[in-house]
Each structure stands twice: as structure tokens, then as C-alpha cells.
């Protein structure tokens, strides 16, 4: 398995390629590009019918296996899937509460919604964060090498990054939050973490504010002390995609395919989730539609809708996991979208860089609008959603996950395609919305329950480079 970036020409020889170590321990391209597979694994009809019945370990081991490239050998790899996704009937640390890891709940004659917050940190980003932080474990132990991982977060990413790099002797974390702008609960699994590795910082800024100096650090390394190397763990790196590309399998095969195409409802903020159903069906999985869910920072509503990718100010909202303009991963389905010509995109990004706008021909985008669906939702009518469906079902659902489940209400996707919403994360980490709907937050589950009253640990910082990368340069264990 190859890898090459977003803005190298595919199929050119002197085009940049990487093997899956080499992609899964950086984060940016040096052209400034994301890595993706040359070419997707593919599965037939009959390899898919082949994985039904299939406990969510060994699948994740089968769809996983390909990516890895033969890098990690078999026997390594199926141990750290398993360890992974291993479950126990109650919320503990480091495992998923749930025997099915991701279940499927029906809200309707044909909707679904799976539950992708069983995991340590109640968020569907323990699904690649409990194997990514192994993995890196795995990857620089063997090489007798340590890394520091560099993360920014509108609030989920960073504990799921924490928890599943916490025990790592090989790893120093940073994570960046934005100041004030993540919900307590969520703020708490982060900074109550008091291990020597892990280093939260709350920056005076937003989550793009937070992310692009990530970014820039990955463009320029130079701050780093000498022999350490630079690792990310957001949906940037390709193993984070990756993992996520798993659930999608699941919950379809658990509901017809490959003989039936089924639908997905992704809230979506930095397109990495919804991503992940996209490749699934690069790969042979029979997605029928995805549909980009977003709250009133819609840029991607607006490109969907109108091919009008535009920045605009961000707002602050009842679901502040999503409160993100700039979304990394759209450069990956902008890439297919301009027939995979990395140097077109290469400009395209560069249009955007200058101008904070941009819009493909229109040809491309009609194409890619026979796959997605995108729908907008505020916060009240978020609030209304979770009411709704409290009322009609008894289920409780969290912001994030009640705008999936208002897009699918608002679109008009064929009745006979099975329709799942991708439930992202836990309603206890969103009491403010779940109040805000007229209705009780749950408690904290047992792991957690003295969460509010745990000593907290964090440095703010201003929204400055230097003053940031001082501080990591201080704080490494490694220098
Ligand atoms: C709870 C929750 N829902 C949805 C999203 C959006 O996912 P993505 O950024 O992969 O589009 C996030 C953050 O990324 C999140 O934390
Ligand atoms: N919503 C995320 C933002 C970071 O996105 P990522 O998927 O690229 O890590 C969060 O909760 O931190």
C-alpha cells in the first residue's frame, strides 16, 4: 500500500509516496498536502457478504489489514485491533461499554442511529484514537524513537487523543483547546488527566485558530527540539480516517449490504467522519447517499448546496464540537473532485489561502452531488430535534448527533433506503443543549462520576505561534 499527498499530481512518477509507518508517524505532507491510499483495497459483493456476522474486531482487523500495507505484521496488528475495541459491560477506562462496540438503535420505520459513544471518552473518536495511540506506541517502540503528538480540538479529539496516549512512555501530547469554548464536561476528561506526558493548553482564540497553528507547525518544524519528530492526531493523519472507515461496514452489513444500499446522516464539522463513509464506498461498500450535517457554521452546507465554499465568521453553538470553518479533510474529496490533479488542487488551495473562498467547475461539483446531501441546523432547532425525538421514541440524543437526525427529517431521501445517523458522541458531555431542549442530562457514567470534582491541570496561552511552540519546547520530556 502506497500513500500519496492531496497536491502531487497521481499517477506522476516523481510523485512523493510513503508506506503506511511513514504516513501514520507525521501528520502534514511537505507540500503542505494530506496523505491518502494511491489506491483504495477493494471488496466485492462476495468479500462483503463474507464479513457478515463478523464481531466488530475481527472486521476492523479485515478492513484495517490492507491499509497497513503488510508494515505491521498480522499477529501485532490483530492484537492491537483487539485491545482496541475490547469491551466489558460497564464504562471503564481504555474499553468500550457497549458487547456490540457500535450499536444500532431504530428511531423509525427505516432510520437507525448508531451509537458510536460506548468508548472511554463517550465520543465516536475512540474508535480511531484507542488504535492510533497504540499503534504509535507499537510504531516508535519498535524503532526506539520517541514523538510528540501535537493535537488541536473543538473538545472531543483531545480526550480521546489523551486516553489513548496517556500510557505511552514513547509519546508527549499537547493538545489545544480553545478557551471557553468547550463544554465543562468535556474540558474536565481532558485537563483532570494529570500524567507527565500530557500537556493541555487552552488557547485564547478558536478551534481554527487552534488548528491552523497546528498546521503551520507541521509546516515548519524548526521549533522542535533536536531529534524529535512531530505526530498528529487529528483526522489529518490518515490512520484516524482509517479506523473510522470500519463503523461503516458494520452498521450496513448489519442492515442488507452488500445487497442493499444504505444511507448515512454525518454531523459534520471537519468532514473526517463523513470522510470515512466515503472511502467505505471507494472501497466497495454500497453507500447510497451521505449527508453533511452541519450546525450554523455551514461552510459546507453552502459548498453543497450552492458550490459556494466561503469562510465567514465563526459562531459560537449549542454544539461546539462542530464549531469549525476551515475543514481539514474536504481537500481530500477535493482532490477526487478535480479528477485527482494534485496541482490543480495544489492552486485551488491557494485560491483559498488568499482569498477564503473557492468553487470547482461546475461539471465536478454536480457529479459529487449525486452522492451528498447536505442540510443546516441551528441551535434551536437542535433543541427542538432532541425534544422531538425524546417525546416520539424515549431516545436521548446529544447536539451533535440531533442535527443528523433534523437532516434526515428535512431531506427527502428515498423511504425503502435503510438511513443511519452516526451518534457522535454521549448527551452528558452537552448538558447546556439537553437542558436547553427542556430535559434532564443524564449522569455521569461510574468511570467518570467524580469527573466535576477531579484536579484540573492547564496552561492559557495567547493565540501566538512562537509563544506556543516556546512552551512546547520547554514542556517535551524528550528534549
Ligand atoms: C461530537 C462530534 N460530532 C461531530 C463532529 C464532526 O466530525 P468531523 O470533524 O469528523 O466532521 C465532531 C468533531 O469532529 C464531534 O466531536
Ligand atoms: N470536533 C473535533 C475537532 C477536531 O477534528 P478532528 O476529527 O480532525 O480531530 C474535536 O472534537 O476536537
Redesign the pocket.
Known amino acids: 500500500m502506497k500513500y500519496i499527498t492531496t497536491r502531487s499530481s497521481y499517477g506522476q512518477s516523481k510523485a512523493e509516496t510513503k508506506g503506511f509507518q511513514d504516513v501514520l508517524l507525521t501528520g502534514l505532507a511537505s507540500d503542505g498536502g494530506l496523505y491518502i491510499p494511491a489506491e483504495l483495497p477493494q471488496f466485492s459483493k462476495e468479500a462483503i457478504r463474507q464479513l457478515r456476522g463478523l464481531p466488530y474486531n475481527e472486521l476492523a482487523f479485515t478492513i484495517i489489514k490492507p491499509f497497513a500495507g503488510g508494515e505491521i505484521d498480522d499477529t501485532t496488528l490483530k492484537q492491537l485491533i483487539d485491545d482496541s475495541y475490547s469491551t466489558t459491560t460497564g464504562f471503564e477506562q481504555s474499553s468500550f461499554s457497549h458487547r456490540a462496540v457500535a450499536p444500532l438503535h431504530q428511531i423509525g420505520s427505516n432510520e437507525w442511529i448508531m451509537e458510536l459513544f460506548h468508548g472511554p471518552t463517550l465520543?465516536?473518536?475512540d474508535f480511531a484514537l484507542q488504535l492510533l495511540g497504540r499503534l504509535l506506541n507499537h510504531v516508535l517502540t519498535e524503532r526506539g524513537e520517541k514523538a510528540i503528538v501535537l493535537g488541536a480540538t473543538?473538545?472531543?479529539?483531545g480526550s480521546a487523543a489523551i486516553e489513548g496516549c496517556r500510557h505511552s512512555d514513547a509519546l508527549d501530547i499537547f493538545i489545544l483547546h480553545p478557551y471557553q469554548r468547550v463544554s465543562e464536561v468535556q474540558r474536565r476528561q481532558m485537563t483532570s488527566v494529570l500524567a507527565d506526558n500530557v500537556n493541555n493548553i487552552a488557547i485564547k482564540g478558536n478551534f481554527d485558530d487552534c488548528q491552523a497553528m497546528v498546521k503551520q507547525s507541521f509546516a515548519d518544524q524548526s521549533f522542535l527540539p533536536d531529534n524529535t519528530r512531530l505526530v498528529a492526531v487529528n483526522?489529518i493523519n490518515w490512520a484516524r480516517i482509517m479506523a473510522q472507515v470500519v463503523y461503516y461496514f458494520h452498521a450496513a452489513l448489519l442492515l442488507g449490504a452488500p445487497d442493499r444500499e444504505v444511507a448515512f446522516s454525518?454531523?459534520?464539522?471537519?468532514?473526517?467522519?463523513?470522510?470515512a463513509g466515503y472511502i467505505a464506498r471507494g472501497m466497495g461498500l454500497p453507500v447510497g447517499k451521505l449527508v453533511v450535517a452541519t450546525n450554523q457554521n455551514d461552510i459546507l452546507h453552502r459548498f453543497f448546496k450552492d458550490n459556494d465554499y466561503r469562510k465567514q465568521p465563526l459562531e459560537h453553538s449549542l454544539?461546539p464540537?462542530?464549531d469549525?470553518m476551515v475543514?481539514s479533510?474536504f481537500e481530500r474529496l477535493l482532490l477526487d473532485m478535480l479528477g485527482r490533479d494534485g496541482n490543480r488542487l495544489a492552486q485551488l488551495m491557494e485560491t483559498f489561502q488568499s482569498t477564503g473562498k473557492l468553487q470547482v467547475p461546475e461539471a465536478n461539483w454536480l457529479e459529487i452531488k449525486n452522492l451528498f446531501e447536505s442540510c443546516r441546523t441551528d441551535d434551536a432547532d437542535t433543541c427542538s430535534t432532541i425534544a422531538q425525538l425524546h417525546r416520539e421514541t424515549g431516545y436521548l440524543a446529544?447536539p451533535?448527533?440531533a442535527i443528523g437526525v433534523r437532516a434526515l427529517q428535512e431531506l427527502n431521501l428515498d423511504p425503502r433506503m435503510p438511513k443511519v445517523v452516526l451518534a457522535?458522541?454521549h448527551p452528558v458531555?452537552f448538558p447546556d443543549a439537553v437542558e436547553k431542549a427542556g430535559l434532564q442530562s443524564p449522569s455521569l457514567p461510574p468511570h467518570m462520576s467524580d469527573l466535576l470534582q477531579r484536579e484540573e491541570r492547564y496552561s492559557v496561552l495567547e493565540n501566538d505561534l512562537p509563544e506556543l511552540q516556546a512552551f512546547i519546547r520547554q514542556q517535551t520530556r524528550h528534549a
Not at 154 to 157: E, P, Y
Not at 266 to 275: W, Y
Open positions: 465520543a465516536f473518536k473543538s473538545g472531543d479529539t483526522s454525518v454531523p459534520t464539522g471537519n468532514f473526517g467522519d463523513i470522510f454544539s464540537s462542530m469549525i475543514s479533510n446529544d451533535h448527533t457522535t458522541a458531555k
